[in-house]
């Protein structure tokens, strides 16, 4: 039930299941729509410096003024079709979010660090976990990994990229191994089975096994 409006500056009451009303809706909606879909592509292209919004975020120049009216902490959906990029931004160091993607809290998220390290951050205390159909395959958390897959690979190495290793292969070992590490030789006799290297391509076999 449309009302009559005269003057400028007149309020006009519109019947809500009327056309009339079902469209100003919707032209409400869509315009908020982009106004989120506007805040996320400059939020993406790091445009953070002044203008404040709703929920204190601030953002500058065109940015600003949907920020205004739109809240970020608002969900915003969003569809990267062609990827999403940062530019040439260096973290200033490997716990360091403010330039790339903040997960939750300032401590748990991803970097890009000087000597192309891609960093990946998880709270004090906390752990990652690899999940395979939805299950918790591996954890790792500080100084330890807890799998419940198989490793394969030649070699496995323990104590940064100088420690032991532990290798194997049908024949004695004979390659130049840190001290300690371990070689299995497949199919050997006993005594001929586990070596345990000396440095500079030397190994022990040990006895009884």
Do not use: C
């Not at 929920?55 to 915003?76: E, K, M």
């Amino acid at each position: 039930m449309p009302a009559t409006a005269t003057g400028r500056g007149a309020q006009v009451v519109l019947d809500p299941t009327s056309a009339t009303a079902q469209a100003v809706r919707g032209a409400y909606a869509s315009t908020m729509e982009a106004n989120r879909a506007k805040v996320a592509a400059d939020v993406l292209a790091g445009v953070v410096s002044d203008g404040t919004g709703q929920d204190g975020t601030t953002a500058t120049s065109a940015a600003a003024t949907d920020l205004a009216t739109v809240p970020l902490n608002a969900a915003i959906p969003a569809t990267f079709g062609a990827g999403i990029s940062f530019g040439s931004q260096l973290a200033s160091s490997n716990s360091d979010l403010s330039k790339h993607i903040n997960l939750y809290g300032g401590g748990a998220g991803i970097n890009f660090t000087t000597g192309n390290l891609i960093n990946i951050n998880t709270g004090g205390g906390g752990y990652f976990a690899f999940n395979v159909g939805g299950a918790p395959a591996v954890y790792v958390s500080a100084g330890n990994i807890n799998s419940q897959v198989t490793v394969i690979g030649p070699t496995l190495q323990t104590g940064g990229t100088s420690g032991p290793t532990w290798t194997s292969g049908s024949a004695a070992p004979a390659s130049t191994q840190p001290v300690g590490s371990l070689y299995s030789r497949i199919g050997g006799a006993v005594g001929a089975t586990l070596y345990v290297s000396r440095g500079a391509g030397t190994w022990a076999a040990v006895a009884g096994v």
